[in-house]
Nanobody, 121 residues
């Protein structure tokens, strides 16, 4: 099982980025995939999740700005991030849940390596 996150970078406030999580070694549509982030000195927090049955979830701070989507044919889960704010700056990780539903951090068993998003002018 491998997850590889990509797409991070430096963007100005109000800008957009699209993160991708490429999955291999398992069937993507059997598992929920979550996006998490960790800012310096802070704990890892859940940002968004795509469940295996098509439901999506977002933390309140990103609702209306971020959109998670699946490309099952390409075994990828993307996170479109619009209207970025400096407080979105963090290392973003994708993780595979042990099952199909989105749950707590403790239920994610595999992680990608992380991609850095910096929002700054």
């Amino acid at each position: 099982v491998q997850l590889q996150a990509s797409g991070g970078g430096l963007v100005q406030p109000g800008g957009s980025l699209r993160l991708s999580c490429a999955a291999s070694g398992f069937t993507l549509d059997h598992h929920a995939i979550g996006w998490f982030r960790q800012a310096p000195g802070k704990e890892r927090e859940g940002v968004s999740c795509s469940s295996s049955d098509g439901n999506t979830f977002y933390v309140d701070s990103v609702k209306g700005r971020f959109t998670v989507s699946r490309g099952n044919a390409r075994n990828t889960v993307s996170l479109q991030m619009n209207s970025l704010k400096p407080e979105d700056t963090a290392v973003y990780y994708c993780g595979r849940h042990s099952g199909g539903g989105c749950g707590g951090l403790e239920d994610y068993e595999y992680w990608g390596q992380g991609t850095l998003v910096t929002v700054s002018s």
